[in-house]
């Protein structure tokens, strides 16, 4: 899932551009099987369980084929994201990309949307654990774990407490041990429950009877979500071992394993519980299905979910704030207040607080679907902007104009747009307004775009 949960490179800040050469570096130590584990950390094993009846409710029972070309869109925009980060090694992000090949209007714009995707994904992690929570643990109303989370969330940011990569590596484990265990469960399951045809098993593919192409793209531009984050992995670029060669492999490898282990994940769930029958609930709905294969797992997968979910939101929050700050810092917002930082914990309190409060609102303005699917609408905007960004470089200024250079980047422009455009219209407009209100914004801030801003990039 989604995860943002970028703060496992705390340790591994963005230095600026063009540094000097007396500066202290980073030390070249991690390999390429360090950086595919710190990718699965991040995207998580669970990574389309949260998602799952939002998924099956949209593309109507077709979720392992909404994975699968989701999965395709991720390989291209990933290859895009490996490669730029040979060109920027010390900047692993969106905003620093085009802002240095395009134009840093566009990359302020490209920053705008991943701070929704930061933002929202923090939301949609708060409203899915306050519905799990009120399931697992009835009497409690939804509110209160609604405002109880929030609460977490700028507690724990405002003291900068943070887990370590160890945790969440060790956490990451305990997902997998869960899956793993689900699978087995699911198979006995079907061995038991056997269907009988064999179009039985291959409907969660296609099913003639409720196939639609609009559903269908509908339904993969929610499934990005599965993969939000293997793009962290370009801010290790000072600490890897030969990067050149291994962030592009490691990047490209994190989103074939997620697709491969989230097209096994939705297919078997897919079989246990058709898209002919309603869930009781939709958002919570993969662990009904696992109650449905194994009724222990209605609790332990719940649980172990609910804490996933809380890890992601929480690392999340701190990113969208980091992102503020570094808007801030370039200029792009206004310095004294978001370019602050706590001289005690130094971390952006401002902006956290200022998160914190727009979570609280947001909370009881919004829907746990329509903030799935804007997160989105942020990444697939920033997505495009880092294909185009890599198109330019790698082939419109290259000196020699190769298919290989262009294809990629191409493809993953031209995909990531299409799913932008099938995403629901309430997404639209949530999405829509935001882009709209940072245009302005920064319109403002640099006299219309006149005003240069400082290419900094922010530590994410």
Known sequence: MVTAAKDLADGVAAQPLNVPAATPRLRRMLSLSD????????????????????????????????????????LCTAISYGRMARAYP?????????AQEIHPSLGYVTGWGILLDYGLTSLFC????AEESAVLFHGVPLYVWKVL??????????????SSARVNTALAGGQGVVV??????????????????????????????????????GCTSIAVMSYLGF??????????????RNILLATVMTCVITGIIAGIEVYVAQLVWPASEAFPDVDTAFVWVSGRIWQPLFAVLGIALLVSTLGSGVAAHLSSARLLYAMGRSNALPRKFF???DPRHHIPRHNVLLVGVILLVGVFALEAGVTAQAVNFGALVAFIGVN??????????????????????????????????NISGPAKIVGSCWMLAGIALGAWRTRGFRLPLALEAPEE
């Open 35 to 74: 950086l595919l584990i710190y990718g699965m950390v991040i995207v998580t094993p669970m990574s389309p369980m949260p998602t799952f009846g939002l998924l099956s409710e949209r593309g109507r029972g077709h979720v392992v084929t909404a994975i699968l070309l989701a999965c395709v869109a991720m």
């Open 90 to 98: 010390s900047a692993g992000s969106a905003f620093t990309y085009v």
């Open 126 to 129: 708060i409203l899915w654990s």
């Open 149 to 162: 989370y929030v609460a977490i969330f700028v507690y724990l940011n405002v003291q900068a407490i943070r």
């Open 180 to 217: 793993a265990v689900l699978l087995v469960a699911a198979v006995h399951y079907l061995l038991v429950h056997p269907f009988g045809t064999f179009s039985a098993y291959t409907r969660p593919f296609y099913d003639p009877t409720t196939f639609t192409s609009a559903g269908l793209l």
């Open 231 to 244: 793009d962290a992995i370009s801010t290790l670029s000072e600490e890897t071992k030969n990067p050149r």
């Open 339 to 341: 370019g602050a930082i």
């Open 388 to 421: 185009a960004a890599a198109f330019l470089r790698f082939y419109v200024r290259a000196a020699e104009k190769r298919f290989w250079n262009a294809a990629p980047h191409v493809a993953g422009f031209l995909i990531c747009l299409t799913l932008l455009w």
